[in-house]
Nanobody, 124 residues
């Protein structure tokens, strides 16, 4: 079964950087759009942070533009999120996701496949 496994989370001071990784089955990188979501403490909904399509096009939430970079290494079957100039409001659980139905993350959440999440904590 296709799986997603995040790593790289941790605690960092505001202004610092972290790089998240998501190891995934090769299936995702030939069939699915990929994305990073996050869920802030106390919030039920996950926020779409960044996406990368099969042709390499990227999108970013306004709150992270200029600070976060999404990328993928198809040879390593790994998705990345490089986060810099971190703010306390970036704190949350970060999830790797694949949309293998639409590829755009514009459908219902059940269209997505999810990793288990990795915690990012940014302190002031």
């Amino acid at each position: 079964q296709a799986q997603l496994l995040e790593s790289g989370g941790g605690s960092v001071q505001a202004g610092g950087s972290l790089k998240l990784s998501c190891a995934a089955s090769s299936y995702f990188f030939v069939s699915c759009g990929m994305a990073w979501y996050r869920q802030a403490p106390g919030k039920e909904e996950r926020e779409l942070v960044s996406t990368i399509s099969l042709d390499g096009a990227t999108t970013y939430a306004d709150s992270v533009k200029g600070r976060f970079t999404i990328s993928q290494d198809n040879a390593k079957n790994t998705l990345y999120l490089h986060m810099s100039s971190l703010k306390t409001e970036d704190t949350g659980v970060y999830y790797c996701a694949g949309d293998c139905v639409l590829g755009t993350f514009r459908g219902p959440p059940e269209f997505n496949r999810w990793g288990q999440g990795t915690q990012v904590t940014v302190s002031s």
